[in-house]
C-alpha cells in the first residue's frame, strides 16, 4: 500500500522539488582559507559537518563564522 501511494505521488513529489530547487535563496560561502594551524600546543583536528556551518554562509569572511570564532577562542587558552 505504501509503495503503490508513494508511485502516485511520484510526479506531485517531483514537481514540489523542482519548484523548491528553483526558489530557493542561494546564499555565498564566506571568503577565506579553510585550513590551517594557529596557536601553540598539540595539534587539534576540528570537523565541522553541516552545509551553512562550514561555508560560512552568511558571514564576511571565515574569521566571523561560527569556526573561525572557535579558532580564536582555542587559540587564546
Known amino acids: 500500500m505504501d509503495k503503490l501511494l508513494t ?5 506531485w513529489l517531483l514537481y514540489q522539488g523542482r ?3 528553483r526558489h530557493a535563496l542561494r546564499l555565498p560561502e564566506a571568503s577565506g582559507v ?3 594551524a594557529r596557536g601553540s600546543g598539540a595539534p587539534l583536528g576540528v ?7 562550514a561555508a560560512g554562509v552568511g ?6 563564522a561560527i569556526t573561525g570564532h572557535w579558532i580564536n577562542h582555542l587559540a587564546s587558552g
Open 34 to 36: 579553510r585550513n590551517g
Open 7 to 11: 508511485l502516485l505521488l511520484a510526479p
Open 47 to 53: 570537523l565541522v559537518l553541516g552545509d551553512s556551518a
Open 59 to 64: 558571514c564576511a569572511s571565515q574569521c566571523e
Open 19 to 21: 519548484l523548491v530547487r
